[in-house]
């Protein structure tokens, strides 16, 4: 799956692969290429600026620390972050649902 | 072991065109790609190469930081929102006859010419793709912006003849747009 059909997507996918705990840029992709069995194509440079934009929302907390002489940022989910996270995986849930009903056929599914 | 050349200069572009922390941040990124790629039996040039590709070229890391800055955000609200506030002004001035103000011909020149750089260099923060070029130029912007609204406050507030329900408008949304660029500058120099 290409970077360009992520388009919206990949606010929530950040959030999600933050969800079991603090991970570090590379680590974040690192769980989202696990988690989709590769199929994301996505350049892993370009998620930073994302993790910054998602900061400055205060849908994640970072921090400073040194490995190997490296300095490393590493990120948390926060209250706000966890919220955000569960409304989206609604709103995919019922997008699904609409595009599925409309591409496949699936039933529409009875809210009874 | 001294890195492959590849993965030094892509730092060194990095650092060159990122505030330091940012660039920090992708090349830990870019180490542990690397380190994963050697562990993966790949020879160090093979690995170099991997992480690079997997990571994109390091102008399109830039890039995306750029994209993503808070100064071209501000930039780009401040260029949307600028004909309103342009047009509130523009109504207090013939309203209020403005020529007849006792400011200095210089004075307006000035100001007239603070508008036209300040609104350029937005332009070029929204544009840019260099991060540092965004971050200068919107910090710019925003302080031209600011510089021009308190001289506009303080003009209509002490050389027209009375304050016109027109100026009260234009004076209380160019003291908002102050309180919004004063919360906006401490991000964008981060």
New interface residues.
């Given amino acids: 799956m290409k970077a360009d059909q992520l388009k919206g997507h990949l606010d929530a996918l950040l959030l999600a692969a933050l969800e079991d705990g603090p991970r ?4 974040v ?1 690192e769980a989202l290429r696990e988690s989709t069995g590769g199929q994301l194509e996505l ?4 998620i ?3 993790l ?2 998602l900061e ?1 929302a205060g849908l994640i907390a970072g921090s ?1 620390s040194v ?2 002489g ?4 590493c990120y948390t989910l926060t209250g706000a972050g966890e919220d955000a996270l569960l409304r989206r995986r609604a709103d995919w849930r019922n997008f699904a649902a609409v595009m599925s009903a409309a591409l496949e056929g699936t039933p529409w599914p009875n809210p009874a | 072991m001294a890195e492959p050349s590849l993965i030094a200069n892509y730092k060194a572009v990095l650092l060159a065109e990122l505030p330091l922390p940012l660039a920090e941040e992708v090349s830990d990124g870019l180490a542990e790609a690397y380190a994963k790629y050697l562990r993966l039996e790949l020879g160090a040039e093979d690995a170099a190469q991997a992480a690079v590709s997997e990571f994109g070229s390091a102008r399109s890391v830039v890039e995306a930081y750029s994209s993503a800055s808070p100064a071209r955000r501000v930039a780009r609200a401040l260029v949307v929102t600028g004909p309103a506030f342009g047009l509130c002004w523009a109504a207090v001035l013939i309203t209020g006859k403005a020529w007849d103000w006792p400011v200095p011909i210089i004075a307006r020149a000035l100001l007239g010419g603070l508008l036209v750089a300040s609104v350029l260099v937005l332009v070029i923060a929204i544009r840019a793709a260099r991060y540092r070029t965004v971050r200068r130029s919107g910090t710019a912007g925003c302080v031209g912006l600011a510089v021009l609204d308190t001289s506009m406050i303080t003009a209509a507030m002490t050389s027209g003849p009375g304050i016109h329900w027109l100026a009260v408008i234009a004076i209380f949304a160019s003291a908002a747009r102050l309180v919004c660029i004063a919360r906006a500058l401490p991000p964008m120099l981060a």
Avoid: F, K, L
């Fill in positions: 570090h840029g590379y680590a992709m350049p892993t440079g370009t930073y600026p994302a910054h934009r400055a400073w490995v190997a490296r300095r490393r940022r």
